[in-house]
């Protein structure tokens, strides 16, 4: 355990250099090198710890006998399950566990040496654009970018972005829900107005679709955002909402 004891990183790049080199060796033991990983891992041995170094070294280990540790210390016993669940599971049970080390590990660096406020955001803003170990070893990551695309079509059927962060023009959510149905639907796509302002769709805008009277509106103009969409389950139009609260 002395690949990264000597290391102190004081820096948020720094810091972040230290976790991305500890990721890289985390990664490594769990994909490339899984079956070397698996055979160290022996069920018979005491508490073992799997550890990732700033070089992109990984190493399956007793934990550490100082008390309090130098560093956060790995989940404690990994290789007591290893035999008593399918290995892609216990797999994901060490990347969960090796994701918040590294995030525990280098939180301790800002705070040892005093990270303020904003250096603690940056850090954590650059540690989030990585996917997490989690996701490269079952390979969520792949399928969040797929699927980032239908967020808004799977909660309300009606409004939709693309992976980009660019939204898609008015129809296109429609046309997808509604497959099949006829030609003449394609023909009107280009001529949706706003049910609110009256203008036509512009490709770089926000587009949603009331569920009762399947009206398009720019979301600026009835105040919906892409993100307050998500959460939408049957969305009405302010019209449509007057017209129900009328005794």
């Not at 769990?30 to 170094?53: I, M």
């Not at 990585?130 to 309300?156: C, D, M, R, W, Y």
């Amino acid at each position: 355990m002395d690949g990264g004891a000597a290391y102190n990183p004081r820096t948020v790049e720094e810091v972040f250099r230290d976790f991305k080199g500890r990721r890289a060796g985390l990664i490594k033991a769990l994909t490339t090198d899984v079956e070397e990983f698996y055979q160290q891992c022996d069920p018979e041995k005491e508490n073992l710890c799997l550890y990732g170094f700033p070089n992109e070294q990984w190493e399956v280990n007793l934990p550490a006998e100082e008390v309090p540790p130098e560093l956060p210390e790995p989940a404690l016993g990994i290789n007591f399950a290893r035999d008593g669940m399918q290995e892609k599971d216990w797999l994901s049970l060490v990347a969960v566990h090796s994701d918040a080390w590294l995030l525990s590990v280098a939180f301790y660096f800002g705070t040892r040496f005093g990270f303020d406020k904003a250096d603690r955001k940056r850090l954590f803003n650059m540690i989030n654009d990585l996917p997490t170990i989690f996701e490269g070893v079952t390979g969520a990551a792949k399928k969040q970018t797929k699927e980032k695309s239908s967020v808004s079509n799977h909660s309300s059927g009606k409004s939709k972005s693309n992976s980009k962060g660019k939204y898609s023009k008015a129809m296109q959510p429609k046309e997808e829900d509604d497959d099949g149905l006829e030609d003449e639907d394609e023909e009107e796509h280009g001529e949706t107005l706003c049910g609110a302002c009256g203008d036509n769709y512009a490709s770089d805008e926000f587009w949603i679709c009331c569920d009762i009277c399947e009206k398009w509106f720019h979301g600026k103009c009835v105040k919906i955002t892409p993100a307050r969409a998500e959460h939408i389950k049957q969305y009405k139009c302010p019209s449509c909402s007057n017209k129900r609260a009328r005794p």
